[in-house]
């Protein structure tokens, strides 16, 4: 995806124009399908830029297994690939569910995660949110209710309860008790999580799917785990990434100035070593040398980057010492992309 002007395309991994810069807005290809927005109206195209959907929509979600999230003059829906509408959910289907002494205001369903997408109801006079969890079918797994629950992963989501996180089941029932700081998604079988019971600031640690801890509380910062390896920060040894026995394998012994790892994508992570952005792979081995103010995960062997604040486009080779062969045709912030090397 590019955007020239005030005009949004995509671009093939050479640089090339494939869908031409016309649209108001665009996102990301998902499943085959882009949504786009085009004379104030949100469709889809497939990938050789025709319309698989025509503009119709006030807004339009990803397109996941289940379909997508769309909105409508009346409401939410769940359209299929072809633009059939599956599941409509307005407000007052959503206030039928809940007392008369309550009034629905928006109503925000997030993209499909796990199987199921997240309802989240704002009522009117200051009350708290309710939330719920829908199906592709638009059968409601799990009733709108008060507690705070994130998005799925793995089978299970994390709750709040009086300010302790705890992890719940496809059909809402508690599956790990309320006992923790805070929680996050399950990953690759654990999930990071702040222990409540320990004084010390250094009190993330991981915890399985029953709920037994795996590895100790000793890090003050944790990420999920993403191909076998999980970054940490840790008050003696620094930032690092572990494995699954808590073993620190990426860490400043290896790489000095190592302030900050990202999740690993298509075998390679962003890392922040000093004040820049750089890559490496999964030995700790730097692929990009740290030059970048901000950047993103890996997908389809490149990598969105920004040098000194500006975006430009680099498809150059994989230690990032290449001239560019391609810069994005804008003023103003540029965008590109570096090309990681093939594995």
Do not use: C
């Amino acid at each position: 995806m590019a955007k020239v002007g005030d005009a949004y395309g995509y671009l093939d991994t050479n640089g090339n124009d494939v869908i031409p810069p016309q649209f108001e807005e665009a996102k990301s290809f998902s499943q085959g399908l882009a949504a786009v927005k085009d004379g104030g109206k949100w469709g889809y195209l497939d990938t050789q830029g025709n319309w698989a959907i025509a503009p119709q929509f006030e807004a339009a979600g990803d397109f996941s297994e289940e379909g997508a999230i769309v909105t409508l003059p009346s409401g939410k829906g769940i359209i299929a690939r072809d633009g059939t509408l599956q599941v409509q959910i307005t407000r007052a289907d959503v206030q039928a569910l809940l007392p008369t002494s309550v009034t629905v205001g928006n109503v925000q369903i997030s993209p499909f995660a796990d199987g199921l997408a997240r309802v989240t109801v704002e009522l009117e006079g200051g009350r708290s949110d309710r939330i719920g969890f829908i199906d592709g079918a638009g059968n409601w797994a799990i009733s709108l209710q008060e507690h705070p629950i994130l998005d799925f992963s793995e089978g299970l989501a994390a709750i709040e309860i009086d300010g302790k996180y705890g992890y719940v089941d496809k059909t809402g029932q508690i599956a790990i008790a309320p006992q923790f700081k805070k929680a996050q998604p399950f990953s690759e079988g654990l999930a990071a999580v702040e222990f409540a019971d320990k004084q010390l600031w250094y009190t993330w640690g991981y915890i399985d799917r029953s709920g037994e801890t795996e590895i100790a509380p000793q890090f003050y910062s944790a990420r999920s785990f993403s191909e076998s390896l999980a970054g940490v920060g840790s008050v003696d040894r620094g930032s690092g990434y572990l494995d699954r026995t808590g073993t620190m394998v990426i860490s400043r012994d290896t790489i000095p100035e190592f302030r900050e790892g990202f999740p690993f994508s298509e075998g390679f992570a962003r890392v922040r070593i000093g004040d820049w952005l750089g890559y490496i792979d999964r030995d700790g081995n730097i692929v990009i040398e740290p030059q970048y103010a901000s950047a993103f995960d890996v997908s389809e062997g490149m990598a969105r980057v920004d040098i000194s604040g500006q975006w430009v486009d680099w498809l150059g080779g994989y230690d990032g010492t290449a001239s560019p062969i391609y810069e994005a045709r804008l003023e103003g912030s540029k965008w590109g992309y570096i090309q990681l090397p093939v594995r």
